[in-house]
T-cell receptor
Framework: GQQLNQSPQSMFIQEGEDVSMNCTSS?????WLWYKQDPGEGPVLLIA?????ELTSNGRLTAQFGITRKDSFLNISASIPSDVGIYFC?????????????FGKGTLLTVNP | SQTIHQWPATLVQPVGSPLSLECTVE??????LYWYRQAAGRGLQLLFY??????ISSEVPQNLSASRPQDRQFILSSKKLLLSDSGFYLC???????????FGPGTRLLVL
């Protein structure tokens, strides 16, 4: 089946540092989504990417949809303690069962104040 | 604006007991609805999705079932819970034709 390889699995950083995480796949996706999940809560959508090469920002967050449609990255600049959580990438292929997202396994981010 | 609710937030049930988790969406009509299970804080597994009332697609064989009695209501059920049914259950919705899914707050289920 389809798989998204998300890395790193976890990160421990100091407050103020920049963060970068990415997802890759052997399959082409037409949509890439990035979510953040706080402990005990549902994932919250951070950024949605719909076009190959698209670069989108949301405050300190920046995400890009790879030109090949097989990868995406998420950057967080000047991290703060509330950035702690699990970050998931998710991809969607068009056609067929186009309702189903494929999720990465998540990147656990810890920010030390 | 659209909101999604899940009930209950937490549930502790004995093995062999029935289960009913509810998800409701407000502020949109004819949404696509989804049930996911998340184990150990990672890895969302799609269990069921629905594109309309009474239309349920199952993704994995399991001890659970889903129903959609109303346009904006999605129910996850079981007749007899197993220990392995413990986990964090998330409901999500998307607007037909758009891919972005929005998640509810989740229900934490512990089967003892």
């Amino acid at each position: 089946g389809q798989q998204l390889n998300q890395s790193p699995q976890s990160m421990f950083i100091q407050e103020g540092e920049d963060v970068s995480m990415n997802c890759t796949s052997s399959s082409i996706f037409n949509t890439w989504l990035w979510y953040k999940q706080d402990p005990g809560e549902g994932p919250v959508l951070l950024i949605a990417l719909y076009k190959a090469g698209e670069l989108t920002s949301n405050g300190r967050l920046t995400a890009q949809f790879g030109i090949t449609r097989k990868d995406s990255f998420l950057n967080i600049s000047a991290s703060i303690p509330s950035d702690v959580g699990i970050y998931f990438c998710a991809g969607l292929k068009s056609g067929g069962s186009n309702y189903k997202l494929t999720f990465g396994k998540g990147t656990l981010l810890t920010v030390n104040p | 604006s659209q909101t999604i609710h899940q009930w209950p937030a937490t549930l502790v049930q004995p093995v062999g007991s029935p289960l009913s988790l509810e998800c409701t969406v407000e502020g949109t009509s004819n949404p696509n609805l989804y049930w996911y299970r998340q184990a150990a804080g990672r890895g969302l597994q799609l269990l069921f999705y629905s594109v309309g009332i009474g239309q349920i697609s199952s993704e994995v064989p399991q001890n659970l079932s889903a129903s959609r009695p109303q346009d904006r209501q999605f129910i996850l059920s079981s007749k007899k819970l197993l220990l392995s049914d413990s986990g964090f259950y998330l409901c999500a919705w998307s607007s037909g034709g758009l891919e972005t899914q929005y998640f509810g707050p989740g229900t934490r289920l512990l089967v003892l």
